[in-house]
Every structure is written in C-alpha cells, then in structure tokens.
C-alpha cells in the first residue's frame, strides 16, 4: 500500500510558476512509475506527465510540453511537477498516481487545487 500526499498548490497568475509535491509513504517510489494528472471542472482527468520507474524517460501532454517538468527525489520520496508560465487554462485539481512497472495507475493522491487568474 502507497499513501501519497500532494502540495504546492495555489491562486496564482498567469504566467506565474508553481511546484506542487507528492511525497509517499508505505513504498519506496522508486520502485514505482510516477504520473502527474489533472481534472478541470466538468472535464475528464487527464494525464499532464509522467516518469518511468528508473527516471529516466519522461513523457509530457502537449499542453504542457516546454513549460512543465516532472522529477523525483528517490531520498525523500517525492515527486515535483515544476510548472512555469502558466494560464488559465492550466486551473484544474492536480492529482499524482502511482503504478507498478508495466501495471496500471492503482494508487492516487487527494488532489491539490491550482488556479490561475488572467
């Protein structure tokens, strides 16, 4: 079992950035792939980045893509989604999941909140 807990979250401008963290608890993430997903109001929950298991690859929506950057320090178990010259469009519940090599997303933070103002 994985508890993972987000933060980082904020009312920000746009252009701003923001850092938001996942630290886990229960498991060491490095055995894990790490995603950073995120829900708009009445929208679907979509992926925004992800980093596989050993951290070496890296993969990013095409929103996102130049301005975000995931990264994880296997120390203190936690996952950093960097995110710079936001937008509005950017406001949406953040949430970081886990998942096995090769699995499925199977354990999820509670969700931060971002909100960018024009």
């Known amino acids: 079992q994985v508890q993972l807990v987000e933060s980082g979250g904020g009312l920000v401008q746009a252009g701003d950035s923001l850092r938001l963290s996942c630290t886990a608890s229960g498991r060491t993430l490095s055995a894990y792939a790490v995603g950073w997903f995120r829900q708009a109001p009445g929208k679907e929950r979509d992926i925004v980045a992800a980093l596989n298991w050993s951290g070496g690859r890296t993969s990013y929506a095409d929103a996102v893509k130049g301005r975000f950057t995931i990264s994880r320090d296997n120390a203190k178990n936690t996952v950093y989604l960097q995110m710079s010259s936001l937008k509005p469009e950017d406001t949406a519940v953040y949430y970081c999941?886990?998942?096995?090599?090769?699995?499925?997303?199977?354990?999820w933070g509670q969700g931060t909140q971002v909100t960018v103002s024009s």
């Open positions: 999941a886990v998942a096995r090599p090769g699995a499925r997303y199977e354990y």
